[in-house]
């Protein structure tokens, strides 16, 4: 009898301490970010100080004394805000647009750039360049893109499925379309000029967030939003889908209806970042991975698992791509360099899990 109570008492506590780890990694995230953000600000050519920035945000608040020059003000609220603003935004809205492609395919290799969406936005940047476009005609010439990328793998994809559109005829589809759409990319590098263009494009597609500006922090939140708040609310109806179609329609889900709804809104994560920040790779795919190892798979706890995380890792890269190296150093060459490792890492660690 004493042993029976023991083993029941022990089986609380184990799961009340399953209970708060989830809530643990929330705060540490949280207070991670944070620190990251703060940090943000005193990092770069231009030194400044944390002071400094709570003294400006003091006097624009609550009426502080002016204690700060003209120049700190302007680096500090015109070019770092914005960029620390969108580096948040960014790693947040890939990494969720991430989980959930991960989520709806059941397979944990799916990234934004499944359907077409980063093939289609670079196109799209890359007519605005060779056109002359400006900063913004660029961002949304590669939003418009990107989403119509995915809108053309999606009919594509009913049209060969007579109707419906099956996860693997999507999928290949997508495929299709992207190789289309980074064959047409191709063809605008061939033709641009090797002097201003070529390099233009060039660069834009490897990502970066040096030219961000506070207009482009409202392009980008706007539909962060919109897209984030039905994934985010319907997060436990894509536990349901993980047990497969008959059961989701057993339990009474409309599967096609609720698919749609996840990739339309995953798409507008990925598309308005890429817009923005230009092809930041490899985010999507290893910081879902990463919230898996810390929270497990479900999707309730995944997806704000995978925004703090997104958020901080690629706030953090950003950090190092404009001190560590004299010259600035794009984002994507960054998360490549972080990220293959890392995503090697997970495979040789679930090929030891297998054989044990």
């Known amino acids: 009898m004493q042993i029976t109570q023991m083993q029941k008492k022990r089986n609380e506590d184990t799961k009340q301490t399953r209970k708060k780890a989830p809530l643990l990694v929330i705060l540490f995230l949280v207070g991670l970010m944070a620190a990251v953000f703060l940090l943000s600000f005193t990092v770069g050519r231009y030194a400044t100080l944390l002071s400094q920035l709570l003294q400006i945000v003091c006097g624009k608040l609550f009426g502080c004394p002016r204690t700060w020059s003209k120049p700190v003000e302007t680096v500090l609220l015109d070019v770092r805000l914005p960029r620390v603003l969108c580096a948040l935004l960014v790693g947040a809205a890939l990494s969720a647009s991430g989980a959930t492609y991960q989520g709806v395919f059941k397979n944990p290799m799916a990234s934004p750039d499944l359907l077409g969406a980063s093939a289609g936005a670079g196109f799209g940047a890359a007519i605005a360049i060779l056109t002359g476009m400006s900063a913004g005609g660029m961002t949304m010439f590669a939003f418009l893109f ?122 507008l994560l990925a598309t308005s970042s890429i817009a923005v920040a230009g092809l930041v790779g490899w985010v999507g795919l290893i910081i879902p991975h990463l919230a898996r190892l810390l929270v497990g798979p479900d999707f309730r706890l995944l997806l704000p698992v995978s925004l703090l995380a997104g958020g901080t890792f690629l706030l953090a890269v950003d950090d190092v791509a404009r001190t560590v190296f004299p010259v600035e150093i794009p984002l994507g060459i960054l998360t490549a360099i972080v990220g293959a490792p890392f995503f090697l890492s997970l495979l040789l660690r679930r090929r030891r899990n297998q054989r044990s």
């Not at 061939?190 to 390099?199: H, I, Q, S, T």
């Open 146 to 267: 990107g989403i119509g990328a995915v809108l053309v793998t999606f009919l594509t994809s009913r049209f060969i499925g007579r109707g419906r559109s099956g996860v693997i005829v999507l999928v290949l589809t997508g495929m299709v379309v992207q190789s289309l759409f980074l064959a047409f990319t191709s063809m605008i590098k061939y033709v641009a000029d090797p002097n201003n263009k070529l390099p233009a494009i060039t660069f834009w597609l490897m990502g970066g967030l040096s030219s961000v500006t506070k207009d482009q922090v409202g392009m980008l939140l706007v539909p962060f939003i919109i897209g984030i708040i039905p994934i985010y609310l319907l997060r436990w109806r894509m536990n349901a889908l993980s047990f497969g179609e008959e059961e989701a329609q057993a339990m009474g889900i409309n599967v096609q209806v609720l698919r749609f709804v996840f990739l339309f809104c995953a798409t």
